[in-house]
């Protein structure tokens, strides 16, 4: 395996699948967004295809069990630029990020912060400026499932380890996401292992024929 793909394969899953984000009306003034980042066992299109078959991913219903989001961040558009508005771990209700995991999805609420980054992210999603959820995580790659039918492949994420943010975002997948890469990358290896497992068998093929 290359070094390139090892480090794709390593690196946190940027997973962003377009979910939308939302104010939550009140009437104490406070910053209030709400969304849901994930849907259980339904097939998010990646945004391309592999030899000609649709490429999806999944987040199976229990892959959440034994995972670790303790302490996790909310973001604009995974990183930093205007500052963290909210965090699961904040001793104040204001400030804090509830994640919710239920039977079907799991939901998040954010009481952000009345900093600047915060009021500014908070009218990006009033005026719909800003509108979808995403979110970043390392899995287990054991547990894994692919399948593969005659138009597409579908990636089963059966067990997340940790969540490292949830962002809102103002654009969804695409060739710059490290989900595309990743997903590119895995198929690309997979092609290739099963290239030589039909050039092997050829081989096997021509050397049995030889010894008849």
């Keep these: 395996m290359s070094k390139k793909l090892i480090q794709l394969r390593d690196r946190y899953h940027d997973y962003r699948r377009l979910m939308e984000v939302r104010t939550e009306p009140n009437a104490t003034g406070e910053l209030i967004i709400c969304g849901t980042p994930i849907i259980f066992d339904k097939p998010y299109d990646l945004g391309f295809t592999f030899n000609g078959k649709k490429v999806y991913e999944v987040i199976s219903r229990g892959s959440f069990v034994g995972a ?3 302490d996790v961040p909310l973001k ?5 630029c205007k500052g963290t508005p909210a965090r699961t771990t904040s001793k104040n209700e204001v400030g804090r990020l509830t994640i919710s ?5 799991v939901d998040m609420r954010a009481n952000l912060l009345p900093t600047s980054g915060g009021k500014d992210l908070y009218m990006e999603v009033e005026a719909g400026t800003v509108s979808q959820m995403s979110w970043a995580f390392i899995q287990d790659r054991e547990s894994e499932v692919v399948t593969e039918t005659a138009d597409s492949i579908t990636f ?5 380890l940790r969540v490292f943010d949830v962002s809102a975002v103002d654009f969804g997948a695409n060739s710059e996401t490290t989900i595309y890469a990743r997903r590119k990358g895995d198929l690309d290896e997979r092609a ?3 290239d ?3 050039c092997q ?4 093929k021509i050397k049995i024929l030889g010894n008849l």
């Design 68 to 70: 670790d989001y303790v």
């Design 76 to 80: 604009y558009n995974h990183n930093d």
């Design 101 to 105: 995991v239920l039977d079907d999805r």
């Design 156 to 160: 089963t994420v059966n067990k997340v």
């Design 192 to 194: 290739q292992q099963l």
């Design 196 to 198: 030589e497992l039909a």
């Design 201 to 204: 068998a050829y081989r096997d």
